[in-house]
């Protein structure tokens, strides 16, 4: 069987600042914060079963350490290792708890800069007594956090100076499937939405309009349980003075969307609820042209901003 | 590669009326009518990328008549037959199109009588130019059709006369996996909640408490968009006349629940909402005993009531 | 005792195109018409009592013509005519029936041009047996209609080149209460929020920017269920092609917002949830300086536009 | 001008154990504590703006001290305690701050044994900055608070050995007006919906089907914001091992509920969401049948139990 990915596992960020930055992901956002080392902090959404999904480390400035993908066997992260290493890829192993909760991973560049990581195994995190839930099927109670908080990792967005070719690196090496995709009036690509899982958009690589700015990530999306939370979600960024970049549905993907920045980094968080799911192994994929629709949202819209470097 | 399931894909019931059902699905749940031949009726929810999730043939009496899976190539439906017949199964194929919009396919029954279909390819709905949405990402435009209308097929929930070995079977043979049990206070199996996808509870296979009866089906589960949804559609039922047989939360999947019933037949649709998703390759199914709570229900509760024998 | 308003009852809107503007309010908006004579259907929504809250009359060109507003009791209609007449202010009886359902009612001019009605009497909807809800505090059933129709009128904005003069006088010889104000920067009142029935925001004086513009209506606001059901909204506008001019969260009233306009008259919808309801008899009205807040919108944004005109 | 009441204000709950019952009250149910005295702890929902709307008292044994009703103009209460005391009612007169946060007040019993409370001067909240919110029309800011907290106080539900002579005498001398009225198949009144504020039902006055019981009150309803949020707030109950005596949607006002108890004292909260406002002055009271539904619950249900006595 050949090599695949099973899903977006997380996302390591750097910040300059930790305890300003943890203002943002935990005080506002409202993510768990699951254990911490010396620089780093580890976060999970509400509904996740894996040790974490963010992590935030601090650095000198902010950026964007690696986007973590899990394996659906054990043996994947060697057998890509293998792969990439024969491709010339320059692949780093990492020891197993180096990323704490992790086992032995991989991580190295893919095109045209992004730092991905591989990974199998990872701890499932148990709860203090106090904090356990009363069902099996949820590891901490949620009512004592933030009403807004995140549910589950959803997807990354990426911006590269040529997106095109980074998709199809990923879909042709990775094995990521294409689940939309949106050209320009010009016939460029503007954007690919892939999935590693095949069940949903779990990565968007989008053009950085500007050819040569460096790789870079847009946000991190994090589920939530419905339409109506978005609005709480807005509550209360607003009430801790979190800006907002940007609130309504796309059109790709049909997601609802709230975005939230942290001042300290410029690393953004999306809320995010509905779109579809796709399950359907015959699945062809959405071909979206510039002029389909007058807004590539649907409702609402976005403030222009910059994504944060690796 | 070994022949994998992708995901449910549809169910097919009978009933002594079709108008009579029609009533329910259509009018009353809102399911919308793809096409019609001498005595069967196809139907989809509305977030759906297939000709059917459901179908409804006129017979005698109510009942069942198969359980419909997609299978993750076009090969493996082959590859199950062999496979099958090897072990002794009575294997039936299905030519494209005896079930409207579907290729070859084959049906068989698995412990203790349940029909099953495999099959691969089926035809993607291609709806009329007024029904079109102007999202290349959604089929039909949906703002016509019932508030409360189902999006996508979700599970179903078959009752057996030994439930525990019904469920090794399919997860042996079909490559079904588990993602959570239920065992009572005597230590029997009540409950085993299996998927195909990999991703969510697709079939939960349940202990009939009267051993002798035959195998059935209890209810085929639909997402709705949240939980205020499913108040909605207990109000169009109500409205509609359309009896209730259950309202509130599961604890097993934390899916939120309503069940309505077609009395006609007895078939009932559960509009659900929430749970979780498994996109996890390290999964460990949940573990329930009969005392971890007081109710098989977090919340609300259920009316007994019989399922739909094949 | 002195006369009073009960509520904000209904509006009278003008077109030069019936079926076109039908097709904004009642296909898209999903209103629902309970009676229409030779140039007026008369429109109600889902969740009220009385026989229409909205009419639309065929004219040469777009227009309004006239606010309507339910006394308190049947003889304060008379006690108003005379209290406006003796201040020189040309009051014109409306007979009853000459507006459908109604009875006799007063019209005249409030400052700066606006043209109010003031009526007591109004018929209950007598809905045919087919469309009667199974609940008795329910008129007509809601299942077969568009899942965003409006539930009961909230509020009109109005327009006034000197508004707060306006407001002033509605609440010196109206009886209305004022709830919020908002002054700008240079210490004139931008907006003033006025309730007739004493428990919410029924009227918003806002000021002209352009101090020359005739007095005019920006907005009919009608509530919806819940903040999910402002996207479910927004989908049914963008499915049928209307322009959807403002979605978010108000900062004054905290009531969320979707604006839709119909093209053929410039009238606009807001689809409107939340805000606080004020019973409170010892209410401080809520006064608001431009600097207290980024901008006037808590969540999302409005696209400029004009309002029409009497 | 007659007096009148203006609205329900607070209700006065006495309890053996005052941390017990905050257990329920603030840990579980959410609401924010805003001043405590010797033996008394003042509570509010998240979007009121007096000073408490329910208050616990340390006392020998489970109790309701009072129902609390704010008059619509501060010469009112002066003007009943002359009415009552006419009637040959017993008024005692409560000097300001006696309840904190309260002007001068009267307490007198209603038939058949309920004790009501007059008042209409109440301090505003005045919250610390860091709970105060950034908006103008809200107090303190909800983020840090539990997300099912309750917004604001909506209804009582009492239970009286005759209901219906209860109902009138609240008529006849307090002012209080029918919204709905319940009868059963003997034509004996089961339940009548009063108004204090005319918009709403804020005091549902039912029949005690033990009719030697003493009058007791059985729930306190405050709002929410949504029907998703009962969901959310029954899990939020679940997970505090609250136990919940119901939940579904009332045919009677339409109001869709949750039922949680304090297990220390009995007394009860419901989260209520929907139902309708009567703004209208020409209100028809509804008038149910015991035969008009097959249940007195349009969706789910209750759990019989009792109210707790003054």
Request: aromatic letters at 10%; hydrophobic letters at 35%.
């Given at each position: 069987?050949a090599?695949?990915?099973?899903?977006?596992?997380?996302?390591?960020?750097?910040?300059?600042?930790?305890?300003?930055?943890m203002?943002f992901?935990h005080?506002?956002?409202?993510?768990?914060?699951?254990?911490?080392?010396?620089?780093?902090?580890?976060?999970?959404?509400?509904?996740?079963?894996?040790?974490?999904?963010l992590?935030l480390?601090?650095?000198d400035s902010?950026?964007?350490?690696?986007?973590?993908?899990?394996?659906?066997?054990p043996e994947?992260?060697?057998?890509?290792?293998?792969?990439?290493?024969?491709?010339?890829?320059?692949?780093?192993w990492?020891?197993e708890?180096?990323?704490?909760?992790?086992?032995?991973?991989?991580?190295?560049?893919?095109?045209?800069?992004?730092?991905?990581?591989?990974?199998?195994?990872?701890?499932?995190?148990?709860p203090?007594?106090?904090?356990?839930?009363r069902?099996?099927?949820?590891?901490?109670?949620?009512?004592?956090?933030?009403?807004?908080?995140?549910?589950?990792?959803?997807?990354?967005?990426?911006?590269?100076?040529?997106?095109?070719?980074?998709?199809?690196w990923?879909?042709?090496?990775?094995?990521?499937?294409m689940?939309?995709?949106?050209?320009?009036?010009?016939?460029?690509?503007?954007?690919?939405?892939?999935?590693?899982?095949?069940?949903k958009?779990?990565?968007?690589?989008?053009?950085?309009?500007?050819?040569?700015?460096?790789p870079?990530?847009?946000?991190?999306a994090?589920?939530?349980?419905?339409?109506?939370?978005?609005?709480?979600?807005?509550?209360?960024m607003?009430?801790?003075?979190?800006?907002i970049d940007g609130?309504?549905?796309?059109?790709?993907?049909?997601?609802?969307?709230?975005y939230?920045?942290?001042?300290?980094?410029?690393?953004?968080?999306?809320?995010?609820?509905?779109?579809?799911?796709?399950?359907?192994?015959d699945?062809?994929?959405?071909?979206?042209?510039?002029?389909?629709?007058?807004?590539?949202?649907?409702?609402?819209?976005?403030?222009?901003?910059?994504?944060?470097?690796?």
């Amino acid at each position: 069987m050949a090599p695949e990915l099973a899903r977006l596992g997380h996302i390591a960020l750097e910040t300059p600042d930790l305890a300003d930055s943890m203002e943002f992901f935990h005080d506002a956002v409202g993510m768990e914060e699951v254990e911490r080392t010396a620089d780093t902090v580890y976060l999970r959404a509400m509904d996740e079963f894996a040790h974490h999904s963010l992590s935030l480390t601090e650095r000198d400035s902010a950026g964007v350490a690696h986007i973590g993908w899990q394996t659906a066997e054990p043996e994947h992260v060697e057998q890509y290792a293998e792969r990439l290493t024969d491709m010339g890829v320059d692949v780093r192993w990492v020891a197993e708890d180096e990323e704490r909760g992790q086992g032995d991973a991989i991580r190295f560049e893919v095109p045209h800069g992004h730092t991905f990581e591989l990974y199998f195994e990872m701890e499932k995190p148990d709860p203090p007594a106090e904090r356990r839930s009363r069902l099996r099927n949820r590891t901490y109670s949620p009512t004592t956090t933030n009403p807004v908080a995140p549910r589950q990792i959803d997807h990354v967005q990426i911006w590269d100076p040529n997106a095109r070719d980074c998709a199809e690196w990923l879909q042709e090496h990775l094995d990521f499937e294409m689940h939309e995709r949106y050209n320009l009036e010009d016939g460029s690509r503007w954007g690919t939405f892939l999935s590693a899982s095949g069940t949903k958009i779990e990565a968007a690589v989008i053009q950085n309009e500007s050819g040569q700015a460096p790789p870079a990530v847009h946000h991190t999306a994090y589920t939530v349980d419905g339409g109506a939370d978005l609005f709480e979600a807005g509550d209360a960024m607003k009430e801790h003075k979190v800006p907002i970049d940007g609130f309504g549905q796309h059109s790709i993907s049909r997601g609802k969307f709230l975005y939230a920045r942290d001042t300290t980094t410029g690393h953004r968080i999306e809320f995010n609820d509905g779109g579809y799911l796709v399950f359907d192994p015959d699945w062809d994929p959405i071909e979206w042209e510039e002029t389909d629709l007058d807004d590539r949202q649907w409702l609402g819209g976005l403030t222009p901003g910059n994504a944060v470097h690796y």
